[in-house]
């Protein structure tokens, strides 16, 4: 089955910083990956669309500046927070459908927790 | 945009008993929708999905129906058991819009 490989899977770090997470899938090309925003016993909230070799597309209410995507290859997306703050602290988990399969489901990565302190 | 309600959302059921979680949406051009299964700390799983030209689906203990007309379609656990205990979301999708819309989720927990 499909494999979306997310690293780190925790990461704490000070206010102010900036933190990379990456995306990967292992055995297809993603031509769009999708990240995605969960809070304590919430659901899955999109931020934002990731598109090979062109500009992510956010949701509203996610700012562009803030939360930095860039899918630079058919299988590598990253999702850069900067200037993290408490407030950032959250679950992000990111999925990827197969490139040219159509109403193909999404396959998740396992899910990066964050903390700002 | 697609609006996508899941109820409940919350679910206790007895070891052995059923279980059923439903949804609704409301983009009509809506033509998939998957189950996930996501257990605490971890991804939300496929367990199930089923696409517009077919009414229903079943998989062991695991069934979805659809009803396009009404623009719903639920979850069917048959003989739970206590690893059936997760939150459960919903989706739908269509395939010109590449989005998935998630439902808020059902947290079951089946009693030994």
């Known amino acids: 089955g499909a494999v979306v490989s997310q690293h780190p899977s925790r990461v704490i770090c000070k206010s102010g910083t900036s933190v990379k997470i990456e995306c990967r899938s292992l055995d297809f090309q993603a031509t769009t990956m999708f990240w995605y925003r969960q809070f304590p016993k919430q659901s899955l909230m999109l931020m934002a669309t990731s598109n090979e070799g062109s500009k992510a597309t956010y949701e509203q209410g996610v700012e562009k500046d803030k939360f930095l995507i860039n899918h630079a290859s058919l299988t590598l997306s990253t999702l850069t927070v900067t200037s993290a703050h408490p407030e950032d602290s959250s679950f992000y988990i990111c999925?990827?459908?197969?490139?040219?399969?159509?109403?193909?489901?999404?396959?998740f990565g396992n899910g990066t927790r964050l903390t700002v302190t | 945009g697609e609006n996508v309600e899941q109820h409940p959302s919350t679910l206790s059921v007895q070891e052995g008993d059923s279980a059923v979680i439903k949804c609704t949406y409301s983009d009509s051009a809506s033509n998939y929708f998957p189950w996930y299964k996501q257990e605490l700390g971890k991804r939300p799983q496929l367990i199930i999905d089923i696409r517009s030209n077919v009414g229903e689906k079943k998989d062991q203990r695991i069934a979805v129906t659809l009803n396009k007309t009404a623009k719903h379609f639920s979850l069917h656990i048959t003989e739970t058991q206590p690893e059936d205990s997760a939150v459960y979301f919903c989706?739908?999708?269509?395939?010109?819009?590449?989005?998935?819309?998630f439902g808020t989720g059902t947290s079951l927990t089946v009693i030994p």
């Open positions: 989706a739908a999708s269509r395939y010109t819009g590449n989005q998935f819309y």
């Open positions: 999925s990827a459908r197969r490139g040219t399969e159509l109403n193909s489901p999404l396959h």
